[in-house]
């Protein structure tokens, strides 16, 4: 026995607005993606060792620890401390991590992964997709209820 479901949105307003928000949406993911890749790339790329590791258990058994590493770094001789954002990946004290720093502000850094801006360009280029999907699948659907509706009206004007 075969299942074949189809799903079908007979709510007007979701019809209509489904499609621009979703591409207007993506194409926000996209322009910050973009955005961001720049401003990373403005950063200098610099050496830091963790110095001091804090490990927060999960607040339930099945929950991850939240590891909080403290950094050191060096621009131009002067030693930079911070502590970086909360985090699952396990670090040790005295191991070398990739950072990046503001040059103009070297207390400014960023984790210097290259997937971050491109991952919600991607996302974006989703919604963009998704949103281009609805609206020819709508248009697809006006189309033949146009047809339906003008084969209806000869039927009757020729009765």
């Not at 926000?28 to 403005?42: L, M, R």
């Not at 040059?103 to 997937?115: E, R, S």
């Amino acid at each position: 026995m075969q299942n074949n479901k189809t799903i079908e949105i007979n709510n007007p307003t979701l019809t209509r607005w489904a499609p621009p928000i979703s591409i207007i949406a993506g194409l926000i993911f996209v322009v910050f993606g973009v955005v961001a890749h720049f401003h990373q790339q403005s950063y200098t790329p610099a050496t830091a060792i963790v110095t001091d590791v804090m490990v927060f258990p999960g607040m339930e058994t099945s929950d991850p620890d939240r590891i909080t590493p403290t950094i050191e770094y060096q621009v131009d001789g002067q030693t930079y401390t911070t502590t970086l954002a909360e985090g699952q990946q396990a670090y040790e004290i005295g191991e070398q991590i990739n950072i990046q720093y503001n040059p103009q502000n070297p207390n400014q850094i960023i984790d210097p992964n290259p997937i971050g801006p491109w991952a919600l360009s991607g996302f974006g280029a989703i919604f963009i997709v998704a949103g281009i999907i609805l609206f020819w699948q709508k248009r697809g659907q006006s189309e033949s209820q146009d047809n339906t509706s003008s084969d209806r009206q000869q039927t009757s004007s020729a009765i």
